[in-house]
């Protein structure tokens, strides 16, 4: 099992800048995903970036430029630094381990990102 706790949400203005955190616990397999999602309401949950436990990254093509994914391993925690935030990245955001080999997936309980125009 792995629990992932997320921190960091809040309500900014556009064009302002947040940072999420996660933090992995319990079974952290050698081979990871760690990523983002977020779903916004009344839509499908959808990725927002990943990054593998070799360091690739992959993001969606709307945050590209705008948005960071890092992660610390000694910490077992992924970050996500959100800059020149739009009201179209509103919704909650989810952090996800997947483990690879076993085709595993684990959710956070989600955090509320809210930007106001």
């Known amino acids: 099992q792995v629990q992932l706790v997320e921190s960091g949400g809040g309500l900014v203005q556009a064009g302002g800048s947040l940072r999420l955190s996660c933090a992995a616990s319990g079974r952290i397999f050698s081979i990871h995903v760690l990523g983002w999602y977020r779903q916004a309401l009344g839509k499908q949950r959808e990725l927002v970036a990943v990054i593998a436990s070799g360091g690739s990254t992959n993001y969606a093509d709307s945050v590209k430029g705008r948005f960071t994914i890092s992660r610390d391993n000694a910490k077992n925690t992924v970050y996500l630094q959100m800059n020149s935030l739009k009201p179209e990245d509103t919704g909650v955001y989810y952090c996800?381990?997947?483990?690879?080999?076993?085709?595993?997936?684990?959710w956070g309980q989600g955090t509320q990102v809210t930007v106001s125009s």
């Open positions: 996800s381990f997947r483990a690879v080999a076993l085709k595993l997936d684990y």
